[in-house]
C-alpha cells in the first residue's frame, strides 16, 4: 500500500498519542527492571547455601517483594495515568468533523463553526495548536478509526456517534488506517492525515469552497458515462453514493491510501476499480477508451 505519511505510535504529532508513547517508555523502562530484579533474585537464590534466609526473612521479603512493592508502582501508576482519561474540552466554536467510515473509503465533511459544512473524502486535515472534535460514525459496517501519531484507535458503529478530540502539535503527513476488518478491501482502507499550520489550514479550508472546473470534455465525458450518479464534484454533480471528487487533484493518493495519485494510476482506477481494489463497489468501465478515460482524469486532476 502507498504510505504517503508516517504511521508509528512513535511518531507522534498529537498530545495524546505523545502522552501516550511517554508512558509506553516508562512502563517498558518498569518492567525491564522487574525483570530484571525477579531474575536477580532467582540467580541469588539458586547460588545461596541452604538454611541462608529464616523463615522469618522470607516471609518478610515475600510481603515486601510481593505485596508492598507491587502496590505502590501499581497505585503510581493509576494516579499517573488519571489525568490522560480526562478528555480534552472542546468548546463551541472549536472545529468539528464528521468522519463515516464506508466499505471501503472515508467520508469526511467539516463543520466550522457558524459556517457551512464541506465535504471531502478520504483526507484528514487539522489545524496544528486548535483542539479538532472528530465525530466517528459508520455507514455500514463496524470500522475503526486510527491514526497512531495523533490519538488512540476509536471504534465506529453503525447508528452511532463516538467523539475523539484531538490536538495536533506539530505539521505534517501522516497516515491513518481502518484497525476493525470490514471486508474484502480492509487492508486497502487507508488515508493521509495532514496536520497544517492554522493560516495554511483556514486558507486550505476557504479553498475547499471553490467550485470545480465544469466545462469542456472531461466533463461530458464524465456525466455521460454515468459517473455522476455516484460521485459528488461541485457544480457538476451532487451524488453521494461514492468519494467525493471535487479537489481530487490536491490528494496525494488514490482509493483512500492504497496508491500514490498518479494520472497512469487514476486512469486505470476509473476503468478496472474493482481488479485495483476488490470489493469495491464501483463498476468497471470496459467500453470506456483510454483515451476518454485519460480525459475525465485530466479533468478532476485540474481541480485543486
Not at 132 to 154: C, Q
Not at 216 to 224: C, K, Q, T
Amino acid at each position: 500500500m502507498f504510505g504517503s505519511g508516517r504511521q508509528s505510535a512513535f511518531t507522534t504529532f498529537g498530545s495524546e498519542a505523545a502522552w501516550l508513547a511517554g508512558l509506553t517508555g516508562w512502563m517498558v523502562l518498569g518492567a525491564v527492571v522487574i525483570a530484571a530484579a525477579v531474575g536477580g533474585l532467582m540467580f541469588a537464590a539458586q547460588r545461596s547455601r541452604e538454611g541462608a534466609l529464616t523463615h522469618q526473612q522470607g516471609m518478610r521479603l515475600v510481603l515486601w517483594a510481593g505485596g508492598v512493592v507491587p502496590t505502590v508502582v501499581l497505585l503510581t501508576l493509576l494516579i499517573a495515568t488519571l489525568p490522560a482519561m480526562r478528555p480534552i474540552a472542546v468548546k463551541p466554536d472549536d472545529l468539528r468533523v464528521t468522519v463515516t467510515g464506508e466499505q471501503f473509503w472515508w467520508r469526511v465533511r467539516y463543520q466550522p463553526a457558524g459556517q457551512a459544512a464541506i465535504d471531502d473524502s478520504n483526507e484528514l486535515r487539522v489545524p496544528v495548536g486548535r483542539n479538532v472534535e472528530l465525530l466517528l460514525e459508520a455507514g455500514d459496517v463496524l470500522h475503526s478509526f486510527w491514526v497512531p501519531g495523533l490519538a488512540g484507535k476509536l471504534d465506529m458503529v453503525p447508528g452511532r456517534t463516538n467523539k475523539l478530540v484531538v490536538h495536533a502539535t506539530r505539521a505534517g503527513r501522516f497516515r491513518g488506517q481502518c484497525a476493525e476488518f470490514c471486508g474484502l478491501s480492509h487492508a486497502l482502507m487507508a488515508f493521509d492525515v495532514v496536520a497544517m499550520e492554522p493560516a495554511a489550514f483556514d486558507a486550505w479550508l476557504a479553498a475547499r469552497r471553490t467550485p470545480a472546473p465544469v466545462g469542456g470534455d472531461g466533463a461530458r465525458l464524465f456525466a455521460a458515462n454515468g459517473c455522476g450518479g455516484c460521485h459528488t464534484v461541485a457544480g457538476v454533480s451532487e451524488a453521494a453514493i461514492g468519494p467525493n471528487l471535487t479537489h481530487l487533484g490536491s490528494r496525494a493518493s488514490l482509493g483512500a491510501g492504497m496508491q500514490r495519485r498518479t494520472h497512469a494510476n487514476l486512469v486505470r482506477f476509473i476503468k478496472q476499480a474493482p481488479t485495483v481494489k476488490p470489493g469495491a463497489r464501483m463498476p468497471a468501465y470496459p467500453q470506456l477508451t483510454n483515451e476518454d478515460a485519460a480525459t475525465i482524469a485530466r479533468w478532476l486532476e485540474q481541480s485543486k
